[in-house]
């Protein structure tokens, strides 16, 4: 069955980055009764040349609440500074917390980490993949804005061979790279190790 992605609402949307113009969206059909929504906030024209994108998994600990056992909120701000820089671009906010697992598995899963567990460990010993999201929400809302071609901002391979199979060209792979410190280092190394993150 083929989905796409229901445009609800369209509103401008100021920040401390800039104007945006915030797009809410559904994936449809809805799967399990349970609706997949995310929001893309677009910067100015992101049709006249490639435009740079970040898909980015909420995160409740990091972007709002600034914790430092991962980069999310680095990336967040680094994205959109990047965004703002260039005067153009669009970031896509799924609420997929946790790798997709849930606010309490993710506390849970801290509370095993801090026993000694990595990431990855954590999230299975509680039963669940290393990371369960799936990133067709993203691809579809890209081609419902009209965009076909994108510099996607990740060092998560998973999230070009997502959109390159929903067919969205990723012309270029931009870094999201932020300085560790102690907190994330651990975390950081196990992205690499065991999901296959791209650092240089």
């Not at 997949?36 to 600990?61: F, G």
């Not at 849970?108 to 999201?133: C, I």
């Amino acid at each position: 069955m083929s989905t796409s992605a229901k445009q609800l609402a369209s509103a401008d949307f100021p920040t401390r980055w800039g104007k945006f113009r915030i797009y809410g969206f559904r994936l449809e059909p809805v799967a399990n009764g349970k609706p997949e929504e995310a929001v893309a906030l677009v910067m100015d024209d992101v049709h006249a040349s490639p435009p740079l994108v970040r898909i980015h998994s909420q995160c409740l600990t990091g972007d709002v609440f600034g914790s430092l056992r991962c980069d999310c909120r680095q990336q967040l701000e680094m994205a959109l500074t990047m965004i703002a820089g260039e005067g153009a671009g669009i970031l896509l906010y799924e609420q997929q917390e946790g790798r997709g697992i849930g606010l309490m598995p993710k506390l849970q899963a801290y509370e095993l980490q801090d026993s000694g567990l990595d990431t990855v460990e954590a999230n299975e010993k509680l039963g669940f993949k290393a990371d369960h999201r799936e990133f067709a929400l993203p691809a579809e809302m890209l081609k419902a804005l009209g965009v076909q071609r994108v510099r996607l901002m990740s060092n998560n391979p998973e999230k070009v061979a997502a959109l390159e199979r929903a067919g969205i060209q990723v012309v270029e792979r931009v870094p999201c790279e932020v300085q560790p410190s102690a907190h994330t280092e651990q975390y950081l190394r196990t992205k690499k190790e065991k999901m296959g993150h791209l650092f240089k």
